[in-house]
């Protein structure tokens, strides 16, 4: 049978607490017309909103789960300007991305730190999405996979194997995040397996991997279907209710059609 698939919206540094309280409504409204059967969903809200939008997904018993964008590394203390894992685990937080591109290259997060980050996540037991991807230098001088190889044995190398477990890998090649161009279908089902492979390799028992890069309503059946993907970290087009739900559907119907 076929995984259960999962996406995650992004959101970024968009949608202040009321607008993210207007976005979940809209996505709770649209959900009751047309339920999913079978596909996960989270949503990636900015530190600020989480409160709001876990209150209105608890009252109004949505069918979402909560995720953050990013969290410290360390577990308090003197990190000012820092959020930690037991803050968000109040905020009824269940997802976090590790290591997003744009928090590699614009706040230096080292493989080191992004390690570190992994483990205090999973030693919390909340599920962690590490985002991996090369550049396009790297994948035009053919050492992608050596690339994001090297990302995911280092973020993985010190967590033990239940830790493993809850840690769900997106594939984000760094040229088709917010460029509207999404890698071609080969390339992401090549990846895809890469990933999958070294994380058996890495004792995973379950793997879980998603694609991130421009993801819309009108690719994401094309991908789901062609590229192996288990789901999608899903940015610009998560900002907006019907495009995000447009890629629910098309998830839930292609795996409806797989099963
Ligand atoms: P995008 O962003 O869908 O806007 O390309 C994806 C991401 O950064 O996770």
Redesign the pocket.
């Known amino acids: 049978m076929a995984r259960r698939p999962l996406v995650i919206g992004?959101w970024?540094m968009n949608l202040d607490f009321v607008e993210g309280l207007h976005l979940v409504q809209q996505l709770g409204v649209l959900l009751k017309h047309r339920p999913l059967e079978y596909t996960d969903v989270v949503v990636c809200a900015p530190f600020v909103d989480l409160r709001t939008v876990s209150s209105v997904i608890d009252a109004d018993r949505l069918p979402i789960e909560v995720g953050a964008q990013h969290v410290s590394a360390f577990d308090n203390g003197s990190h000012t300007g820092e959020i930690s894992v037991s803050m968000l685990q109040r905020l009824n937080v269940s997802w976090i991305?590790v290591g997003?591109?744009?928090r590699r290259a614009n706040y230096a997060m080292s493989d080191d730190v992004v390690a570190h980050t992994l483990r205090a996540v999973v030693r919390a037991n909340l599920r962690a999405v590490l985002?991996v991807g090369e550049g396009l230098d790297v994948r035009e001088s053919s050492r992608h996979e050596e690339f994001v190889g090297s990302q995911l044995e280092h973020a993985l190398r010190e967590i033990d194997a239940p830790g493993r477990e809850l840690v769900t890998v997106?594939y984000?090649p760094l040229w088709?995040?917010?460029?509207?161009e999404t890698a071609p279908s080969e390339q992401v089902s090549e990846m895809t397996a890469f990933v999958r492979a070294r994380l058996t390799k890495l004792g995973v028992a379950t793997p879980q991997v998603l694609y991130?890069?421009?993801?819309?309503g009108e690719n994401a059946a094309t991908l789901v279907r062609d590229s192996g993907v288990d789901g999608?970290?899903?940015?610009?087009?998560?900002l907006k209710a019907e495009s995000f739900v447009a890629i629910l559907h098309a998830c839930d119907d292609c795996y409806a059609r797989k099963r």
């Open positions: 992004n970024k991305l997003h591109s744009e985002c997106a984000e088709a995040i917010g460029t509207g991130g890069g421009s993801v819309n999608f970290l899903v940015g610009g087009a998560s």
